[in-house]
């Protein structure tokens, strides 16, 4: 096959159109009903979309036919961008909003019902992501793909849907049925650099070809096969451990807003080594005491506290 072209090779995948048509246009009815529907969500949903087109239709999708490299760039964009965009979207946020109270609490029933919600929870999706991530790359899967069109076209509502599950309870505010905390988040998604990682350091190190399909369809042009699933390897480590951690300091953000922006008038809730300090310094808490003052911030607790030091290391508390 002859190299294509990067201005003309563009295709038409008229059933992904179909379906991007209707999503598209239940997104803009729905937007219509809510006033005001915030512009950012829009864009969000905007940019899903452009780049969803680019994956399935541009010069990008058709090089991801011949070049290992090229494809996990749209493995990329697949499993973390566009999804990323989708749940910045809120469309379910949407649903839940332009439909009637029986409509939205039906909706609201399904992303809090147990199925839904272990579906949805990292003890599900991170171990998908994984899976997925090591199934599709360190197997003879690439290969089997590069021969069926169809695997192809199931690869890409796998990647879709498992980088959605993914990022839905973990970043934003959409509903999800789930309120993971900050710290949850972070962990989640510092767990999930691993299998990025180790698929790009494999890829780099394996010395044989994976999908030997690739250079195959290429037919004489394009890099070495061995150079072509290194560059796929390190695509896969720096560029996903990039996002990855991009997600990361946002999440870290939000978490330092969310602590400055607490209401002082609400209770201060304090951590299991702040409440087994004070009860190792000061006693258990007794009816009435209020457990939840931080002991720096609390002035009687904290000459307490002094006070029990110098008892315990036999010093006169009036020295």
Sequence with gaps: MQRPD??????????????????????VVGSARVRPWPVGRSAAMAGAVVLLVAVLNSPLAVFSHHLFSVHMIVHLLLIMVIPLLLVLAQPIRLAVEASSPTTSARIRGFMTFPVTRFVTSPAFTVPLYAAVLVGTHLTGFQQVMGQHSWVH????????????????PCIGTEISGHQ?????????????MGPDTMVGVVLMLTATEIAPVYSASRMGWGPD????????????????????MVLLLVVAGQWIRTDRSRDPSEPRRTSWLDNARREATLGSPTAGDDDTTDMDDDDAALAAYNARLREMHGLDRRS
């Design 153 to 168: 076209e199931s690869e890409t509502v796998l990647y879709l849907v498992t980088g959605y599950l993914f990022l839905l």
């Design 180 to 192: 993971l905390s900050h710290p949850v988040r972070f962990v989640t998604l510092l767990i999930a």
């Design 6 to 27: 990067l201005l003309t090779s563009w295709t038409v995948t008229w059933t992904w159109w179909v379906v991007i048509a209707v999503v598209v246009g239940a997104y």
């Design 225 to 244: 096969p061995l150079a072509d699933q290194s560059l796929a390897g390190a695509i896969m480590w720096f560029a996903g451990d990039g996002l990855m």
